[in-house]
C-alpha cells in the first residue's frame, strides 16, 4: 500500500491564477487600509483557494511484477563448427539456471534459427519479435549467445535494456574460403569467359601458406587439378562446351585444421548461347514460296544466311557468255569442301541435281551431316524425278525414299500422334484448324520420326538423327500457302522456326531431354520424351546417396516432378539414357562466407545501452545489477538493470479538505476577522 498526495482542480488552472491574484490582491488591500484582521482573511481565502486545487490522498494497492532476462540462442549453422555449440548450451545453461534463482525474475530463452532461404543469422528480427511480446518496462537485460556473425544488423531495434553478446569461438580459429567474384549468367559457346576467384584464409591461418590444390569440374565430368595461389584474385578463362546450362565446380581440399569445408567449393551455372547462327540456303527452281525460308532466317537478327539461287539452269542455251551469268563467281569449292563446317544448318529448297554441284561436292555434304551437321530438304516436285538429291552420295543421309509419285491433291497437314509429343510440332498455334496444301511428295521406308502426315496419312515432315548430325524432310514445297492465308493460312513461321532451331540443336526443342530448374532448395525436374512412359528419375545427392522420383505426366511428352534438396551441393540426375546435373543453393552460403566469430558487426548495437561482449573461451561472466543508464559492462561480468515494475490493483482517494470543513473553516475565520475589526471599532 502506498499514499500519495494529488490534486483535481475543481476549475481551469487559469482561472483559478486568476483567483489567487485577486485574493492576494485584497489581502494587500486590507493591510493597506490598516484592518486588524487582514491575516485572518487572508487566511480565509488561503482556504478556499486549498479547496478550489482539490486536494486528496490517494492510496494505491500495488503489486510488485518479475523482471524478465530475454536469452537469444544461435542455432544456425555457423554455430555448428567446431565446439561452438558445446560452448553456447554449457554458458546458457549456466546462465539460465542464475537467472531462474534470482527473485522476481523471469527467462525466456529464444532459439534462433537460419534464416528462409539464404537469409543467414536473423538474430535482431528474433529480438525484435520477442520485444513486440514483452512489456517493455519489464526488460531487465538482453543475453545474445552467438559468434557474432548476424545478418540483420541493420535492422532498427529500440532496446529497453542492456544488450551482451557472449560470443562463442576461439581465438586460434581459422577456415579457408573459396570465393567467386563474378560469374555471368549467359555466355556465349565456344568463346572464352574469365571468372574471378580467390582463396582466403581467415583467422589465425598456420603460417607459410603459399600455394593449395584448387579441383575444377565441367557437368560432373572428372575433375582436373591445378596449384594456386592463397590471398590473390585469380582469373580463370572458360569456354562453355555446349549450349544450356553448364554447371561448374570448384573445390579445395579440406586442410588440416580449419572450421569447415562447406566454403570450400562454389557452383556456379551459366548458360550457354549460340552468338550467331551461320545458315546455308540453297534454292533451286525458283517457285512461288522462294522467299519463305529466307525470309524466315533474315527476321532472326542471331541467323547469319549466306544464299545463293539457281535462276538459269546450265542447259539453257542461249548464247549468253559463262562470266556474265552473274554479277559475281560463286565460291561453290570454298563453302561445300573448304568451309562447310562453320555453317550450323543446311538448307535445299526445291533443289534438284544439275552439274552446278559436284557428287565430290554432295558427298561432302552428306559426311558433313554424319560428323554432326544438320541438313533440312523442302522437297518439290524434283525430289520425285531421275535428278532428284535421294540420286546423289547425299540420299545415304535422306530420311525416306522417293516413289517418283507425285500427288497433285488438296490435303490437310496434320500432326501425327508422335509429333504430338515431339517439341517441334507439339502444340503448334491453331491445334489443327489451318489451310489445306495442294502437292506432296510421296516417300516410303521412313527413317526416324514422322511427325507430320499429309495425303492419307503418308509422311510430310520426317526428323531424323544421322550419327551425330540431323536430317530433316518436307515432302511439299507448298508451306508458303499458310504465309499468304490460303484458306485461313496456318503456323508457317512457327513451324519452320522451330524445325530450323531443332536442327540447329537448341536445348530447348530436344525431343529426349531430362532438365531441372532450382529454386531455393527445391527443383522442378522437367522429362520429354517420345515415349509413353518413363522409368523413375534417379537423383544422386551430394553425399553420394540415391533416391528415385515418379514424374507425373502433365502434356503429352512431357513429364514433370519436383524435389526437395537435403543440402547444398551438386546433384546427379539420371533417366533411361538421359543424364542431366544441377547445383542447389548459392555458390557461397551466407553463413559460410564469413566463419570466424567476430564482434564487429554487433557492437554498435550493444554501445547503445552500454552493453559489452564476453567471450565464452575466457568462461562463463557473473550476473550483476546496474542502474539504467550506468555501464553494464566489464571485466568477468554483465550487468542486468532491475526495473522495479509493479501493477495497481486498487486506488482509493480520501479528500483532505471535505466541503463541510472548507464552510466551516470559511466561516470561522471571517467571523474572527469581524469579531476583531469590530472591538478596534
Known amino acids: 500500500m502506498t499514499s500519495t498526495i494529488v490534486f483535481d ?82 554458458a546458457a545453461d549456466t546462465l539460465a539456471a542464475q537467472i531462474q534463482a534470482r527473485e522476481n525474475t523471469e527467462l525466456r530463452r529464444i532459439p534462433v534459427k537460419d534464416g528462409i532461404g ?51 569461438g576461439k581465438k586460434s580459429d581459422w577456415d579457408r574460403r573459396l570465393s567467386i567474384r563474378n560469374a555471368p549468367a549467359f555466355a556465349i559457346i565456344g568463346e572464352p569467359i574469365t571468372l574471378t576467384l580467390r582463396i582466403d584464409d581467415l583467422g589465425n591461418p598456420p603460417e607459410n601458406t603459399v600455394l593449395t590444390p584448387l579441383e575444377i569440374s565441367i557437368d560432373g565430368d572428372p575433375a582436373q587439378t591445378f596449384r594456386v595461389p592463397v590471398g590473390q584474385d585469380l582469373e580463370l578463362p572458360v569456354t562453355l562446351p555446349h549450349g544450356g546450362r553448364n554447371v561448374i565446380r570448384f573445390s579445395l581440399p579440406e586442410a588440416a585444421g580449419e572450421l569447415t569445408d562447406r566454403n570450400n567449393a562454389a557452383l556456379i551455372q551459366i548458360n550457354g548461347v549460340r552468338d550467331r547462327l551461320r545458315v546455308l540456303l540453297v534454292s533451286g527452281e525458283p ?30 542455251q542461249d548464247g549468253v557468255p559463262v562470266d556474265e551469268l552473274s554479277l559475281i563467281a560463286f565460291p561453290t569449292r570454298e563453302l561445300f569442301m573448304e568451309k562447310i563446317e562453320d555453317f550450323d544448318l543446311i538448307i535445299f529448297d526445291r533443289y534438284k541435281r544439275r552439274g552446278i554441284l559436284p557428287a565430290l561436292y554432295l558427298e561432302n555434304v552428306a559426311n558433313y551431316v554424319r560428323n554432326g551437321g544438320a541438313v533440312l530438304v523442302a ?75 499429309g495425303q492419307d496419312d503418308r509422311p510430310l515432315l520426317i526428323l531424323n538423327r544421322v550419327k551425330e548430325g540431323r536430317v530433316a524432310l518436307l515432302a511439299s514445297d507448298h508451306a508458303w500457302l499458310w504465309s499468304r492465308g490460303y484458306e485461313g493460312g496456318g503456323p508457317q513461321l512457327e513451324l519452320l522456326r522451330r524445325l530450323a532451331h531443332w536442327m540447329m540443336k537448341e536445348p530447348e526443342l530436344e525431343e529426349e531431354a531430362l532438365t531441372a530448374n532450382a529454386e531455393g532448395q527445391t527443383m522442378r525436374i522437367v522429362r520429354r520424351t517420345l515415349a ?35 543440402e547444398i551441393g551438386l546433384y546427379r540426375l539420371e533417366n533411361g539414357d538421359q543424364k542431366s546435373i544441377i547445383g542447389l543453393g548459392p555458390a557461397a552460403p551466407r553463413e559460410f562466407v564469413e566463419t570466424i566469430a567476430s564482434a564487429e558487426v554487433v557492437k554498435p548495437i550493444l554501445s547503445a545501452m552500454r552493453g559489452g561482449v564476453a567471450r565464452l573461451e575466457e568462461g ?46 470559511t466561516a470561522a475565520l471571517i467571523v474572527a476577522a469581524w469579531v476583531r475589526e469590530g472591538r478596534r471599532s
Open 9 to 90: 482542480p475543481m476549475i481551469p488552472a487559469v482561472l483559478l491564477g486568476v483567483v489567487a491574484l485577486l485574493s492576494l490582491a485584497a489581502v494587500v488591500l486590507a493591510v493597506a487600509r490598516g484592518l486588524q484582521g487582514w491575516a485572518l482573511r487572508g487566511a480565509a481565502l488561503m482556504v478556499i483557494l486549498a479547496a478550489l486545487t482539490g486536494p486528496s490522498v490517494q492510496h494505491e494497492d500495488r503489486a510488485r511484477l518479475s523482471d524478465i532476462v530475454l536469452m537469444l540462442e544461435d542455432v544456425s549453422a555457423s554455430q555448428k563448427l567446431g565446439d561452438r555449440a558445446v560452448q553456447t548450451k554449457t
Open 118 to 168: 539464404d537469409a543467414g543469422t536473423q538474430l535482431m528480427t528474433a529480438l525484435s519479435d520477442a520485444l513486440a511480446e514483452e512489456p517493455r518496462s519489464r526488460i531487465a537485460g538482453i543475453l545474445a549467445f552467438s559468434d557474432g556473425r548476424i545478418h540483420d544488423a541493420d535492422l532498427p531495434v529500440d532496446l529497453p535494456a542492456p544488450m551482451h553478446l557472449l560470443m562463442s
Open 287 to 316: 517457285h512461288q514460296g522462294g522467299r519463305t525460308w529466307r525470309n524466315l532466317l533474315k527476321s532472326d537478327s542471331s541467323v547469319d544466311l549466306v544464299h545463293f539461287t539457281i535462276l538459269r539452269p546450265p542447259e539453257k
Open 379 to 453: 522437297a518439290g516436285a524434283d525430289f520425285a524425278s531421275a535428278d532428284s538429291l535421294y540420286r546423289s552420295p547425299l540420299g545415304e543421309v535422306l530420311p525416306a525414299t522417293p516413289t517418283a509419285r507425285v500427288i497433285e491433291e488438296p490435303y490437310l497437314p496434320r500432326v501425327s500422334d508422335l509429333g504430338q509429343r515431339h517439341p517441334v510440332t507439339a502444340n503448334l498455334p491453331g491445334k489443327g484448324d489451318w489451310g489445306r496444301w495442294l502437292r506432296q511428295i510421296e516417300v516410303s521406308e521412313p527413317q526416324g520420326n514422322v511427325v507430320m502426315t
Open 532 to 566: 509413353d512412359e518413363i522409368p523413375s528419375v534417379t537423383i544422386t545427392t551430394p553425399d553420394g546417396s540415391t533416391t528415385e522420383l515418379t514424374l507425373s505426366q502433365t502434356s503429352e511428352g512431357v513429364f514433370e516432378g519436383t524435389f526437395e534438396g537435403p
Open 620 to 665: 562463463v561472466p557473473r550476473l550483476r545489477d546496474v542502474r539504467l543508464g550506468r555501464p553494464a559492462a566489464g571485466r568477468g561480468w554483465v550487468g542486468l538493470t532491475p526495473r522495479n515494475a509493479y501493477e495497481t490493483r486498487d486506488i482509493r482517494q480520501t479528500p483532505l479538505l471535505p466541503a463541510w470543513l472548507v464552510l466551516l473553516l
